[in-house]
């Protein structure tokens, strides 16, 4: 019997339950036993009850929930060897060789360097007396799949992330929400979103809210007093009647020389210039919770069913693949390349080589 093994890993984001039952039930439908890691790597370091065998029902009425109700965490024990050793003696002693890892850039990362160290922890196991050599020989290698789940948007490869809608759409209903109350009072609001180093959500959540400006890192202003720009924009608005003037703060928004543009820095630029009576709202993990979008739902349901097909189909050795979507496509990409790039990007974005990033990128939404 082929044994499947799936985690959440990192920042929970919506639709990762979607993404587990997807793996669950295509996993069982091909004739595999599928287990459930509870809390992120740590539950593979720790195993017992974290790791759970899973049947249909287990994974029935989840698809609408929001977080991932197996849990995640950011373990640091993972990123040591011996924290790693003890994973491989966990997924050994219950015959686990396949992993769908559902995660960020460091998540799979983390999952690369363990599928390349199985075969020496292996040996080291079975050395140490831990695990059988008939449990080794059944087990030469470990296969590993990658799903990408992160409100943020910011991987390179694919055009989605699992989570990045459902926030968009957080989004925008909040900034609808404070538009109505900055019209009635004619105010000023600097609304700051999440995303790290990745402008997506605060751009598209600018443009569907209908902002009047928005700050994001890819793009930082390019003039010295980009401050003036913005009031302008602001002050022509409220001269043809405008009521509420809304400004969108990525939280990695910095000006082109590299200095972080903080919302509330925003907030003062606002009332010393234009006399406006402005406030801050930090979005913050609202964002985050909450159930997915029908986007994120299905979107994840295939990336989880086609991580299972990958499982199944990849060679021993294969170069581990990274399930993504492409313009309205589920594809299989080279997972270490799409991370590489991930994380080039964020490195040409901490250079100000912005049009490095937004290339690098892929998925670029400006052009
Ligand atoms: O990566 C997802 C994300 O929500 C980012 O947008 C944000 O910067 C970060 O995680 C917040 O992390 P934490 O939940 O650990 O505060």
Redesign the pocket.
């Known amino acids: 019997t082929i044994r499947i093994g799936v985690l959440t890993s990192?920042?929970d984001?919506p639709g990762m339950n979607a993404a587990v039952r997807a793996v669950v039930r295509t996993g069982i439908s091909r004739g595999c036993e599928v287990y459930a890691i509870y809390e992120g790597y740590q539950g593979l370091i720790q195993g017992g009850k974290l790791i759970r065998r899973m049947d249909w029902s287990s994974v029935g009425g989840i698809i609408h929930r929001g977080g991932t109700i197996i849990g995640t965490a950011?373990s640091a024990e993972f990123r040591t060897r011996e924290g790693r050793r003890r994973a491989a003696a966990n997924l050994l002693a219950l015959g686990i060789d396949r992993l769908v890892i559902i995660g960020?850039d460091g998540s799979l990362t983390g999952a690369d360097l363990f599928r390349r160290e199985w075969p020496e922890l292996v040996a080291e196991l079975v050395e140490a007396g831990e695990v059988s050599s008939a449990q080794a020989t059944a087990h030469p290698h470990l296969r590993i799949v990658g799903i990408v789940g992160?409100?943020?948007n910011?991987f390179c490869g694919t055009d989605m992330t699992i989570g990045a809608d459902t926030a968009l759409h957080r989004i925008t209903e909040a900034i609808d929400a404070i538009s109505s109350t900055a019209a009635s009072h004619q105010r000023t609001f600097v609304i700051e979103v999440?995303?790290?180093n990745c402008g997506y959500?605060a751009l598209m959540g600018a443009i569907a809210g209908g902002a009047d400006w928005a700050l994001i890192p890819e793009m930082p202003p390019q003039m010295d007093d980009w401050e003036k720009h913005m009031c302008d924009v602001l002050r022509i608005g409220r001269e043809h009647g405008r009521r509420d003037s809304i400004v969108v703060v990525a939280?990695?928004a910095c000006d082109r020389h590299g200095k972080p543009i903080t919302a509330s820095y925003v907030r003062k630029v606002l009332e010393e210039r234009l006399g406006e009576d402005t406030r801050v709202t930090i979005l913050g993990?609202v964002?985050?919770g909450g159930a997915p979008s029908a986007f994120d739902r299905w979107m994840s349901s295939l990336l989880g069913a086609t991580a299972v097909e990958e499982l199944l189909a990849a060679g021993p050795e294969a170069e581990p693949k990274l399930i993504g979507l492409r313009e309205n496509r589920v594809v299989r990409l080279p997972l270490m390349t799409c991370v590489t790039d991930t994380r080039q990007v964020a490195e040409a974005i901490a250079q100000h080589d912005y049009e490095r990033a937004m290339a690098l990128r892929g998925n670029s939404f400006v052009e």
């Open positions: 990192g920042g984001a950011r960020g992160s409100i943020d910011d999440m995303g790290r959500l939280e990695g993990h964002q985050r």
